[in-house]
């Protein structure tokens, strides 16, 4: 760099009298100047109407040096860009130093001062070129506006940065960087695009931020895979872990029923040999069963017919039945007849004959020397004593002695003759108490 390094040209400054705000950006290069200057306003009045270092050492407006020297302030090192903005008004005499949008110092004008007009503007260097004053660094979006910005305003051109659009404070954005460029150039004074290396800067940034974002939704994604993965694989391993002690398990189980089977087997072998001797026991029984079958079909058809002679007895039964129920009425009719002859002066010796030894029976041998002895054993019956009973027999049985005789011996005719009650009717009609040998009969004393 040298002396002759500059941007100068003569300009109105009419719109600036009462109030201005000048905000750029500055970037020191080289320190080798004693006192920089990067923009001086240089009235024939008044030659320090604005002056401004980029170390601090000048920040005068209307001439004031109330902010002089302050390189306490100015701390950011060499090559880097720092916001610098200097505002002022003749209504509130007063001037504001900000630093990368914070305001750092202030001071009180005269009362009326008012920003001197018919001047020169220098930039990079002292109005006239001085090798101490000269710059040697970067200026960028010099600018001056006609009314006093803001501090937000000032905060928000600070945080925009070196290629903020200030297309909002147009209207009051009186001295235009892009003017400034237009002018022509003393030295080797050179146009930096800044903002185009920035905007390709933050294009490249843009395009980065975005692969980033990218790179980082997909490293998310592999990470939330990658999370459930292991979760996955977690499971697995639990899973794996407890096959593991189920396959152990199972193993054990295995070997046992592998044990099992063996005794199952022994026993299966011993159950065919039991079962090959129940097979031969059950062909026996089916033989013994088959013989038993025939046995019961043929004892089935004997049942037939027994059944068949089981019916025609029965209904020679019902017939004999039948018989019986006659036979039953006329004995009990004979029986009534008997009873009713029976009575204490009808009843003859022949009534002996309706007793069950003679009656309805073959008069045999055996049963006339039976009937005969009883007659004849009353020669047993001496010294017995007589009574009621005794007489009672002898007077119904035993009247006439010759008759007696007689008619046992007439009773020889009969043997072998069943005493019927036709035969027994014969006697009581025949040999009556009205007969020959009945009318001995002695009478009852």
Same mark, same amino acid.
Request: net charge negative; hydrophobic share 35%.
């Given at each position: 760099?040298?002396? +002759? @390094?500059?941007?100068?040209?003569?300009?109105?400054?009419? /719109?600036?009298?009462?109030?201005?705000?000048?905000?750029?950006?500055?970037?020191?290069?080289?320190?080798?100047?004693?006192?920089?200057?990067?923009?001086?306003?240089?009235?024939?009045? +008044?030659?320090?109407?604005?002056?401004?270092?980029?170390?601090?050492?000048?920040?005068?407006?209307? +001439? @004031?040096?109330?902010?002089?020297?302050?390189?306490?302030?100015?701390?950011?090192?060499?090559?880097?860009?720092?916001?610098? #903005?200097? %505002?002022?008004?003749?209504?509130?005499?007063?001037?504001?130093?900000?630093?990368?949008?914070?305001?750092?110092?202030? @001071?009180?004008?005269?009362?009326?001062?008012?920003?001197?007009?018919?001047?020169?503007?220098?930039?990079?260097?002292?109005?006239?070129?001085?090798?101490?004053?000269?710059?040697?660094?970067?200026?960028?979006?010099?600018?001056?506006?006609?009314?006093?910005?803001?501090?937000?305003?000032?905060?928000?051109?600070?945080?925009?940065?070196?290629c903020f659009d200030l297309e909002e404070f147009s209207d009051t954005r009186i001295l235009r960087w892009e003017d400034i460029l237009d002018r022509s150039r003393s030295g080797s004074v050179s146009e930096v695009k800044v903002c185009e290396r920035i905007r390709k800067l933050d294009t490249r940034l843009r395009e980065s931020q975005?692969?980033?974002?990218?790179?980082?939704?997909?490293?998310?994604?592999?990470?939330?895979?990658?999370?459930?993965?292991?979760?996955?694989?977690?499971?697995?391993?639990?899973?794996?872990?407890?096959?593991?002690?189920?396959?152990?398990?199972?193993?054990?189980?295995?070997?046992?029923?592998?044990?099992?089977?063996?005794?199952?087997?022994?026993?299966?072998?011993?159950?065919?040999?039991?079962?090959?001797?129940? $097979?031969?026991?059950?062909?026996?029984?089916?033989?013994?069963?088959?013989?038993?079958?025939?046995?019961?079909?043929?004892?089935?058809?004997?049942?037939? $017919?027994?059944?068949?002679?089981?019916?025609? %007895?029965?209904?020679?039964?019902?017939?004999?039945?039948?018989?019986?129920?006659?036979?039953?009425?006329?004995?009990?009719?004979?029986?009534?007849?008997?009873?009713?002859?029976?009575?204490?002066?009808?009843?003859?010796?022949?009534?002996?004959?309706? %007793?069950?030894?003679?009656?309805?029976?073959?008069?045999?041998?055996?049963?006339?020397?039976? /009937?005969?002895?009883?007659?004849?054993?009353?020669?047993?019956?001496?010294?017995?004593?007589?009574?009621?009973?005794?007489?009672?027999?002898?007077?119904?049985?035993?009247?006439?002695?010759?008759?007696?005789?007689?008619?046992?011996?007439?009773?020889?005719?009969?043997?072998?003759?069943?005493?019927?009650?036709?035969?027994?009717?014969?006697?009581?009609?025949?040999? $009556?108490?009205?007969? @020959? #040998?009945?009318?001995?009969?002695? $009478?009852?004393?």
């Amino acid at each position: 760099t040298s002396s +002759s @390094d500059h941007i100068s040209f003569n300009y109105d400054m009419a /719109l600036f009298r009462d109030s201005l705000s000048i905000c750029t950006w500055i970037k020191r290069i080289s320190t080798s100047s004693s006192n920089p200057v990067v923009f001086h306003y240089y009235a024939t009045a +008044s030659n320090y109407e604005i002056l401004i270092a980029p170390d601090g050492y000048y920040n005068r407006v209307v +001439s @004031d040096s109330g902010l002089e020297n302050r390189r306490n302030l100015f701390t950011v090192r060499v090559g880097t860009w720092f916001s610098y #903005c200097i %505002t002022w008004s003749v209504a509130s005499r007063t001037i504001k130093l900000y630093m990368d949008g914070d305001l750092v110092a202030t @001071d009180q004008t005269p009362s009326g001062r008012r920003l001197t007009m018919g001047g020169q503007l220098w930039f990079g260097n002292h109005y006239g070129g001085y090798s101490q004053h000269v710059f040697g660094g970067g200026l960028y979006q010099f600018n001056v506006y006609s009314n006093v910005l803001e501090s937000a305003e000032i905060k928000k051109i600070a945080e925009g940065g070196l290629c903020f659009d200030l297309e909002e404070f147009s209207d009051t954005r009186i001295l235009r960087w892009e003017d400034i460029l237009d002018r022509s150039r003393s030295g080797s004074v050179s146009e930096v695009k800044v903002c185009e290396r920035i905007r390709k800067l933050d294009t490249r940034l843009r395009e980065s931020q975005e692969k980033l974002a990218s790179v980082t939704g997909t490293l998310n994604g592999t990470e939330a895979q990658l999370s459930r993965s292991e979760e996955k694989v977690e499971t697995l391993a639990n899973l794996l872990n407890s096959t593991q002690e189920e396959l152990k398990s199972t193993q054990l189980n295995f070997t046992e029923a592998k044990k099992q089977l063996n005794v199952t087997k022994e026993k299966l072998v011993t159950t065919e040999e039991e079962l090959k001797g129940v $097979t031969s026991e059950l062909e026996g029984v089916t033989a013994e069963l088959e013989e038993v079958t025939a046995d019961m079909n043929r004892t089935a058809t004997s049942l037939e $017919t027994v059944t068949g002679d089981l019916n025609s %007895t029965q209904a020679e039964l019902g017939a004999v039945s039948d018989d019986l129920e006659t036979c039953s009425a006329g004995l009990k009719d004979i029986e009534r007849k008997f009873k009713e002859s029976r009575t204490f002066h009808n009843v003859t010796r022949w009534d002996v004959l309706f %007793t069950t030894p003679y009656f309805n029976k073959v008069f045999s041998n055996e049963l006339f020397r039976q /009937l005969t002895t009883s007659w004849n054993m009353l020669e047993r019956f001496v010294g017995t004593n007589m009574t009621e009973g005794v007489i009672q027999h002898f007077r119904h049985f035993h009247r006439n002695k010759m008759c007696e005789a007689f008619e046992l011996t007439m009773l020889e005719h009969f043997k072998g003759t069943e005493i019927t009650t036709g035969l027994i009717a014969h006697f009581m009609e025949t040999h $009556t108490e009205e007969s @020959d #040998c009945e009318n001995d009969t002695d $009478t009852e004393s």
